[in-house]
């Protein structure tokens, strides 16, 4: 870089990079302990979304596990969890009707009573304010794109901040090069399929030991409903139609504050057909009797899409390396059968915080936090993931039905006796690798939507308040730029344009042949793409700060 481009820098003893439940509850928690025991200690958290909350989508029916131990009068400080479930169900569906399972005997990890219906969004916002109120420097609408390393080859903190590229690459009037914001220690935070975190999974080996990391891609939309529709506290979950047995995934319906319904669909990303649509499933799905008659007659007002880790106990990697860690979902610590992590990612930005803040009055930085794995290693989020570690490989092996009773059983015989039948089962292919030929399948002819319970994806885009300057550098980037017609159409259909939630990607007719197009100021960062290329060529990275999806309540 030339010598009038040099960046800022600012010290910090922790960096947090993403404003999720488990970066703002590191920050809350090293300035807990900082205040408990009368010392200073900086820390500042960016967030590439314009708000704290703008990118964050979940369910969400929250286990308040990790918020009581974060902050344990929280009710009394007016967080935004006040829906507790009321109705906990559990649906099978066909086309026409469904089974009710709810009888079953189920683990009692399983219930969700105790638990609290509401927006991850908007307790990320006031976890936020909470945060800012202990000292902690919380800076929205700023990406972190890239890292810091010392020279002894420790993460030593972010470049963030960076601004004013055009298309070509070339620097515009308003060009900023962005600041380094160095720590001590670094703490990665940025949700599933984080860049930053593949970055440094692949320098320090971190994925050595474990198996692939494995997604599902979440779709969700809030629906305002008449009150004869409302009923606070439902939950309701399903799996079964629209997806077929061979893939996995399920439904969520939940009913929480001013007569609003949360209604989404899971699909696991390890699925084979190759025209197979996410987004195209989930309008299905709302036609159905069981969904619809929560949603009929009310309007929308809400949409998005994330990706969500569904490796578990298998599938965490090595989670401190040199002047850092992996906190939440940037590891991967959700209970997948009973769709929660968030209370997990609380309680490691709570375990990371307090390695940290240790090793910090110790005198310590830039070294590995080998009592941030310690502490995970002997943690009740750690014997979590390992109760239903298999439940996944059953359902992706067995398909739904059978896979969903033996996982059932397996959930069984851990909670009983602390042991399994199956051992501890292998994940083996990634979800891309998983992806069948377009020769084997058959395309799936999708209804088209009809305007009031179902919509196309440009018209969902647009209530997803998404916004990307489109003056500046693509920030889904093409390994090989020919892949897409040359590899990929031929072999497999080109599923971009499929399992993109947002019509960010078309293979279009040219008078030269068909042409990949990427519009990349429609994506909603769920980074999809990233996960299920069959050929592994594109890779998700942070646009400007602020760009992406603005969500409200999600």
């Given amino acids: 870089m030339a010598e009038d481009e040099a960046r800022e820098a600012m010290d910090y003893d922790v960096v947090i990079v993403g ?107 006031w976890l936020a304010s909470e945060a800012e109120a202990l000292g902690v420097e919380v800076y929205p609408g700023m990406a972190a794109s890239d890292l810091v390393y010392d020279d002894k080859g420790a993460v030593a903190g972010a470049v963030v901040g960076v601004f004013g590229l055009g298309k070509d690459g070339e620097k515009k009037p308003d060009y900023q090069p962005g600041m380094e914001l160095r720590g001590k220690y670094t703490f990665l935070a940025e949700g599933a399929r984080g860049s930053l975190a593949k970055q440094v999974q692949a320098k320090f080996d971190l994925c050595g030991a474990s198996e692939p990391q494995k997604f599902g891609i979440g779709l969700k939309e809030i629906w305002e409903v008449p009150d004869a ?24 319906l939940y009913h929480f504050g001013a007569n609003q319904v949360a209604v989404g669909l899971v699909v696991h990303l390890n699925y084979k057909n ?65 769709i929660k992590g968030s209370h997990n990612a609380i309680r490691t930005g709570m375990m990371a915080a307090e390695a940290a803040f240790a090793a910090i009055q110790a005198g310590r930085g830039g070294d590995e936090l ?130 993109c939630p947002a019509g960010v990607y078309e293979v279009v007719e040219a008078a030269e042949g068909p042409k990949f197009v990427i519009n990349a100021q429609n994506c909603v960062h769920c980074k999809t793409c990233d996960i299920k290329d069959p050929s592994q060529n594109i890779f998700w990275t942070t646009p400007e700060g602020g760009g992406g999806p603005n969500y409200p309540n999600m």
């Fill in 19 to 125: 404003g999720g439940p488990a970066g703002l509850a590191a920050g809350i928690r090293l300035k807990q302990q900082a205040a408990a025991a009368g010392v200073e200690v900086s820390v500042a958290l960016v967030e590439k979304g314009s708000e704290v909350g703008a990118h964050i989508l979940s369910g969400v029916v929250v286990d308040p596990v990790g918020l009581n131990a974060l902050i344990p009068d929280w009710k009394e400080k007016g967080a935004p969890l006040t829906d507790q479930v009321a109705k906990d169900s559990y649906l099978v569906l066909n086309e026409k009707g469904h089974n009710d399972i709810s009888w079953l005997p189920m683990p009692p990890f399983m219930s969700n009573h105790g638990c609290y219906v509401g927006s991850l969004a908007n307790l990320c916002r």
């Fill in 274 to 338: 190759p025209f197979l649509s996410p987004y195209d499933e989930f309008q299905r799905l709302k036609h159905h009797p069981s969904i619809k008659r929560h949603i009929e007659g009310g309007r929308r007002v809400a949409y998005g899409a994330r990706a969500i880790v569904e490796g578990g106990y298998q599938s965490v990697p090595k989670l401190a390396f040199p002047g850092g860690a992996l906190i939440g979902d940037d590891a991967g610590f959700v209970n997948v059968p009973r």
């Fill in 229 to 252: 529709k409302f009923s606070a506290g439902l939950v309701q979950h399903s799996f079964g139609w629209p997806l077929s047995n061979d893939v996995g995934g399920g439904s969520f």
């Fill in 370 to 499: 080998v009592e941030y794995q310690a502490a995970y290693d002997a943690s009740a989020v750690k014997k979590e993931l390992k109760g239903v570690r298999n439940v996944k490989p059953l359902w992706s092996k067995f398909g739904t039905i059978l896979g969903v009773l033996l996982g059932g059983i397996d959930m069984w015989m851990n909670c009983l006796l602390g042991v399994s039948l199956f051992g501890t089962m292998k994940h083996g292919k990634t979800d891309a690798e998983a992806t069948g030929l377009a020769k084997d399948y058959s395309p799936i002819a999708y209804p088209k939507p009809d305007g009031v319970l179902s919509f196309d994806k440009l018209s969902s885009v647009f209530i997803s308040n998404t916004n990307h300057d489109e003056d500046q550098p693509s920030h889904l980037k093409l390994k090989d730029p020919t892949v897409p017609i040359r590899v990929n159409l031929p072999l497999y259909g080109e599923p971009a344009r499929l399992y």
